[in-house]
């Protein structure tokens, strides 16, 4: 059993390392004696099992001693953790190019170590909730597509984070396919302790929702690069400009901004969210079901769909 | 004799390695290393040919080592030394050049190591049989004497568990009998006094590097007289005085055994390796690896999962402590030895394969002593195969 480990082990280090390869080798060879049933010739078991007794007993004779005993049996568990290991591997693997995440559709948003590697997470936000979760309403925020629409998708977003902004392309894409088979509610859940700015971006947001203008200021404020690299004197600078832009009548606008108007609304939006488990941006709830991150249009399509036809 | 003091010369040991492989090779002195740099540094030129300084200087400093192995042997000329690669081409030597005839048997022990046993069987397509006797059995000895026997090729000390044989009075029984002696002395040169004129043993083959010399070095004693009768067994360049296309006329021995460009930084390193011995004296190093082996034999030679191989007795086992332990591996033992405590010491059947399919077993672990060990060195290896055996 040891020899399949250390076939393992060293096959991977050889391709790194010349040095490793004879032992690969001889590991190789060890392992295809004993699949044909004939006994490990090279000696390489023996070798490997004394070298890791020999190295506890310089520490602790007797863990040296349960090694030595129970070697067969630790290397049979090794080798069966690391088959079951790599089977989950591929099946996440599987998963993930299917809904973008590793445990298939039941569970969209739980970590996935494939994320990481495409450079997709979350802005997170460390957040205890007590008691049982709410599930979050469209409120009176602005939404798009038709009211009474069969799916129901509510985004918390932050028009800072980097991941919220990284899903709007997504969300376009969505609401462009989906119309009015769909309702889709924006509510602020500003990160204020990581994007200083986040609840100044959100009023904004709230100030143009008070001129109906909300969905074109709210699409500026995503696609606007310099909100999130300006400096901080700068800031109110963009929002104005970006207010500008979008036509809205500038002494309203400023007037709300500056008296805050809708800092209880923002609040508001925040804590329905934190009450519904929202601990990052984006987080979505289609029909009530999770999804975090910026996931593939696939991981929205396969929930969307299922509760269309539903 | 001062094992701290002599422990100084030998830079590995202070990397923190118990080294207890020394039948196999010993390690060196720095006064070898030494010299095998002044050979490259100061006078890298071939002996023999050039008539230059550099080459003169080269032959003396060959020359001089010969003496000094000479002495160390006590052989009554300097011409008697050969130098060879190890203990096995001096033995391939005699095999090949002693002209041995269809019939003739050749003695041997049943404890040899392999570098004296294949060049016997190997003959045996030529007729000539091998025969084994009882190693250290003198009756078993006397009994396979008979008038076709023309050489007992035996080990003095045997490298499997450091017993050794009455050589002497084997020899004096084997030259009654007409019988030649090569005496394997790999493991007997190293440790102990050996006087080949004392034995009166007409061949005696060592290697140097089991010596404190330097790796791929040996050395073959013969009688003058038998020398000047055998015929060389590499030939070429350096072995002959003149050659005609058709003919060649030897050089008297060593010479003519010593054929093509020889391993000078080697041949001096052994010389320097021979004469650090001879100071400390054989005697010393004998009576301090029995001491030390005494003390491995009392604290682990009674425990009932270990087995020893060549008896309780440490005075007959010399420096070399072989054993085995019930139910263990032999080479699982010394991995173990090797990554817990940076112990190393050799195991498996030690090139005495015979032996060990004879007597059923897959072999042992050999802890073989030198004179730079310790009581230190032997406490932590005892302590450490306790452990071992708490294994099991
Ligand atoms: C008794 C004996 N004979 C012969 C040899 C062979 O020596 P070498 O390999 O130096 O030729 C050894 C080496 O282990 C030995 O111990």
Redesign the pocket.
Same mark, same amino acid.
């Given at each position: 059993m040891i020899c399949i480990l250390t076939l393992v082990v060293f096959g991977v280090l050889a391709i790194f390392s010349a040095s490793h390869r004879p032992l690969a080798k001889e590991a190789f060879e060890c392992v295809f004696l004993r699949l044909t049933l004939r006994k490990c010739r090279t000696g390489l078991d023996t070798k490997v099992k004394s070298s890791i007794v020999g190295r506890i007993m310089g520490k602790s004779p007797f863990a040296a001693k349960i090694t030595y005993k129970y070697f067969e049996v630790f290397s049979w568990v090794l080798v069966i953790l690391m088959v079951a290991s790599l089977a989950y591997s591929v099946y996440g693997g599987y998963n993930y190019s299917l809904y973008g995440n590793c445990y298939g559709p039941e569970e969209i948003n739980a970590f996935c170590i494939y994320n990481a590697l495409e450079g997709e997470t979350f802005t997170e936000l460390q957040t205890k909730v007590s008691g049982e979760l709410e599930k979050p309403t469209a409120d009176d925020d602005p939404y798009l597509g038709k009211d009474d629409a069969k799916v129901e998708i509510i985004e918390f977003g932050c028009y800072s984070c980097p991941y919220s902004r990284q899903a709007q392309s997504t969300v376009n894409e969505i609401v462009q396919k989906y119309g009015n088979q769909i309702k889709l509610v924006f509510r602020d859940f500003p990160i204020d302790t990581i994007h200083s700015r986040a609840s100044l971006h959100a009023e904004a947001a709230n100030c143009a929702l008070e001129q109906d203008k909300f969905w074109e200021y709210h699409k500026k404020l995503f696609t606007e690069h310099e909100l999130c690299t300006s400096a901080e004197e700068n800031h109110l600078e963009h929002i104005v400009r970006l207010a500008q832009e979008t036509g809205l009548n500038m002494k309203q606008f400023s007037s709300c901004l500056k008296e805050r108007k809708y800092k209880e609304e923002v609040k508001t939006d925040f804590n329905d969210g934190i009450k519904a488990g929202v601990h990052g941006t984006p987080t979505f709830f289609i029909n009530g079901r999770t999804i975090i991150g910026p996931k593939p249009i696939r991981a929205f399509e396969k929930i969307i769909d299922e509760e269309l036809s539903k | 004799m001062n094992a701290e003091k002599i422990r100084k010369d030998f830079p590995i040991l202070s990397k923190g390695v118990i080294y207890l492989d020394n039948?196999?090779q010993t390690l060196r002195p720095v006064q070898v290393i030494d010299k095998i740099n002044e050979y490259y540094n100061d006078y890298p030129v071939c002996g023999g040919r050039s008539y230059h300084k550099l080459s003169k200087r080269v032959d003396e400093e060959v020359t001089n080592a010969r003496r000094i192995i000479q002495k160390f042997f006590n052989a009554k000329k300097v011409q008697e030394i050969i130098f060879t690669r190890?203990?096995?081409?001096g033995i391939n030597l005699i095999a090949n050049s002693l002209s041995l005839q269809e019939g003739d048997i050749v003695l041997i022990s049943d404890k040899e190591?392999n =570098? /004296?046993l294949i060049p016997w069987q190997i003959l045996n397509s030529k007729g000539i049989k091998h025969e084994i006797f009882e190693f250290g059995n003198i009756e078993d000895f006397k009994s396979k004497l008979n008038s076709s026997v023309k050489l007992v090729s035996t080990?003095q000390? =045997? /490298?499997l568990d450091g017993t050794s044989q009455p050589v002497e009075e084997m020899i004096k029984l084997a030259h009654a009998n007409g019988s030649l002696v090569l005496l394997?002395g790999?493991?007997s040169a190293p440790h102990k006094p050996v006087d080949v004129q004392k034995l009166d043993v007409d061949f005696f083959s060592c290697?140097g590097?089991?010596m404190t010399g330097p790796s791929g070095t040996?050395i073959l004693y013969g009688k003058y007289s038998l020398l000047e009768k055998l015929k060389p067994f590499l030939v070429g360049g350096d072995t002959v005085e003149e050659t005609t296309y058709e003919k060649c006329k030897f050089l008297p021995p060593p010479e003519k055994f010593e054929a093509g460009l020889q391993n000078y930084a080697g041949i001096m390193g052994l010389g320097e390796a021979v004469k650090y011995l001879s100071k400390i004296g054989m005697k010393n190093i004998i009576a301090h690896e029995i001491e030390l082996n005494k003390r491995i034999t009392e604290k682990l030679g009674n425990h009932e999962k270990i087995e020893i191989i060549g008896g309780l007795n440490a005075e007959e086992r010399g420096g070399i402590f072989s054993f085995n332990i019930k139910n263990m591996d032999p080479h699982e033992v010394a991995i173990i030895l090797d990554n817990s405590a940076n112990i190393a010491v050799r195991s498996g059947a030690?090139?005495c394969h015979s032996w060990f399919n004879k007597h059923n077993l897959k072999g042992s672990v050999r802890a073989s002593l030198y004179c730079y060990n310790t009581e230190e060195d032997v406490d932590k290896f005892v302590e450490e195969i306790e452990k071992v055996l708490l294994l099991c």
């Open positions: - | 039948a196999c190890n203990t096995t081409e190591h =570098s /004296n080990v000390t =045997s /490298n394997d790999a493991q290697s590097h089991k040996g030690h090139c």
